[in-house]
């Protein structure tokens, strides 16, 4: 029951993982069309858009937030290998629930503090004309995010399931 529920749980965020993944690139692709006009513009009429930085800087910021869930969750973040290759698979798999149970806490607080943040982010982003604590809504669901899975990892690291996510080994030192 409670293995469904993990798998279940596991699929979901695959799924997330995807949807955050496409609005990182659409934000990265708005940005690249709207300063490609704006050169244009620039090179052409002698006058720049001027909405086009303040947003570009917008959708830059949102578009690293929801890409720090994909890096994580994708296991393309930094991974030191070399201890992990002279322990033994016992002793690597209770590193690897530390590690967990350490970015747990670390994204728990996030989470935790996430209110007294926002509350304090006041005023609006000049030009774009939206809240302050708008930029912070996608970290912060990233946190939540990395929460979920490094409790997902846990389990799977606990029980022995053969559905471990391994570290995407691009090279070994």
């Known amino acids: 029951m409670i293995k469904i529920a993990f798998d279940k749980l596991d699929y979901l965020l695959d799924i997330i993982v995807r949807a955050f993944l496409i609005m990182a690139n659409g934000c990265l692709a708005i940005m690249v069309v709207a300063n490609a006009i704006n050169i ?8 720049a858009i001027v909405l086009v930085w303040p947003w570009s ?9 929801l890409g ?8 393309k973040d930094v991974v030191v290998l070399v201890l992990l290759t002279w322990l033994s698979d016992r002793k690597q798999r209770a590193l690897g629930m530390i590690v967990h149970l350490c970015i ?3 994204m728990a607080l996030m989470v935790i503090i996430a209110p007294t943040r926002i509350a304090n982010q006041t005023g609006i982003i000049e030009l ?5 604590y ?6 912060f669901l990233s946190c939540f ?3 979920l899975d490094s409790i997902v990892q846990v389990y799977r690291i606990y029980f022995g399931d053969d559905k471990l996510r391994s570290v995407n080994i691009v090279e070994k030192i």
């Open 40 to 47: 244009l513009c620039r090179a052409l009429l002698d006058e």
């Open 57 to 65: 800087m917008t959708l830059f910021v949102w578009s690293v937030f």
């Open 68 to 75: 720090f869930f994909v890096l994580y969750r994708q296991k």
């Open 104 to 106: 747990f806490s670390i």
């Open 128 to 132: 774009v004309d939206l809240p302050r």
């Open 134 to 139: 708008v930029l912070s809504i996608p970290f």
């Open 145 to 147: 995010l990395i929460a």
